[in-house]
T-cell receptor
């Protein structure tokens, strides 16, 4: 099983739609979780951290389910500018993982159409 | 506030040539990283530096060397470029090493490297 898995998409949705991405991770001892956004031919940028209690930032809501080892990102009222690839990112535990650094999923591509 | 700055933005090399990719951050971060990103492969860690004076191998270190010149700068060197090293290279930094501490990383805007 890969360390971090995401549905590659693409997700093609109309403006105003609600869209949800899921991500699963294999290391149950993973400590921290993030969603990054990457525009075409640009660098990844931190979108939001994912907390155990769930967190919301405007139209974006992130949830963590440690028991099932998955993370979700919900985008409400999609905008054209939300079109990008969304990367699920996990930090390993103190003693393992990719030499102690962020582990990136391959990303889910979102395309919001007018 | 520039954040993480990478140079050059684009480079074309011939097989066997060498070059150094430069990275500097102005956020007073302790940890720095080099990644490569290839289509369908996602981001893969090449080398990282937990703090000034230390460097460690990541997932794909072969064919690369790094130097943590000071707290601000972390360079990546290709000694003898090969076509398999054609990729987009990203430098990143974080307050401290990401292990267990939940520190997000901030990325430079990348170097697009083609090796013929």
């Amino acid at each position: 099983r890969k360390e971090v898995e995401q549905d590659p998409g693409p997700f093609n949705v109309p403006e105003g739609a609600t869209v949800a991405f899921n991500c699963t991770y294999s290391n149950s001892a993973s400590q921290s979780f993030f969603w990054y956004r990457q525009d075409c031919r640009k660098e990844p940028k931190l979108l939001m951290s994912v907390y155990s209690s769930g967190n919301e930032d405007g139209r974006f809501t992130a949830q963590l389910n440690r028991a099932s080892q998955y993370i979700s990102l919900l985008i409400r009222d999609s905008k054209l500018s939300d079109s990008a690839t969304y990367l699920c990112v996990v930090t390993p535990d103190f003693f393992g993982g990719s030499q102690g650094n962020l582990i990136f999923g391959k990303g889910t591509k979102l395309s919001v159409k007018p | 506030n520039a954040g993480v700055t990478q140079t050059p933005k684009f480079q074309v090399l011939k097989t066997g040539q060498s070059m150094t990719l430069q990275c500097a951050q102005d956020m007073n971060h302790n940890s720095m990283y080099w990644y490569r990103q290839d289509p369908g492969m996602g981001l893969r860690l090449i080398y990282y530096s937990a703090s000034e004076g230390t460097t460690d191998k990541g997932e794909v270190p072969n064919g690369y060397n790094v130097s943590r010149l000071n707290k601000r700068e972390f360079s990546l060197r290709l000694e003898s470029a090969a076509p398999s090293q054609t990729s987009v290279y990203f430098c990143a930094s974080s307050v401290s090493l990401s292990t267990g501490g939940g520190q997000p990383q901030h990325f430079g805007d990348g170097t697009r490297l083609s090796i013929l």
